[in-house]
């Protein structure tokens, strides 16, 4: 079985956000990173090598694979910010429908630059999903 890279690590979050070579991308990392906190109290951590998260979880497969994840979390790419916090989306509907610019697969949220997007619902987004997670693992 190949080993995981996403991995919770001791890398320097600030390090991380102040080493991106777009000044925006640094400002809006900073921002999700206080909606991530005030949702959460906890404090960031690097997952791997690109990804912020908080809290963590431990899941299992059938297959036996198994691991350790942050349980939400977010990458400023090149292209976008990816946002890791949920694989329910259906059950936030109305509050993507009024978001603004973004996109979504499976258990992402793109968005392009905080400015195309209600930072408020934004935040209202990520503090609901993180509550649901967390509910989900006491089951």
């Known amino acids: 079985m190949a080993e995981i890279k996403t991995k919770k690590n001791d890398g320097d979050v600030m390090a991380f956000i102040n080493a991106l070579p777009e000044e925006r991308k640094r400002a809006d990392a900073l921002a999700i990173i206080e909606m991530m906190r005030k949702a959460t109290g906890h404090e960031p951590v690097m997952w791997g090598t690109a990804i912020v998260g908080f809290d963590q979880y431990h899941y299992k497969y059938d297959s036996g694979h198994e691991a350790d994840m942050c349980l ?3 990458s400023p790419r090149k292209q ?12 936030y509907e109305a509050l993507l429908s ?5 996109k979504t697969s ?14 408020n619902l ?10 649901d997670e967390k509910k989900k693992l006491k089951k």
């Open 122 to 131: 934004l935040q209202k987004l990520i503090s609901a999903t993180y509550k």
């Open 80 to 91: 976008n910010l990816t946002l890791y916090i949920t694989q329910d989306f259906d059950k």
């Open 106 to 119: 499976k258990a992402c949220i793109y968005i392009n630059k905080l400015s195309d997007v209600d930072t």
């Open 98 to 102: 009024k978001l603004g610019k973004h």
């Open 72 to 74: 939400i979390g977010f």
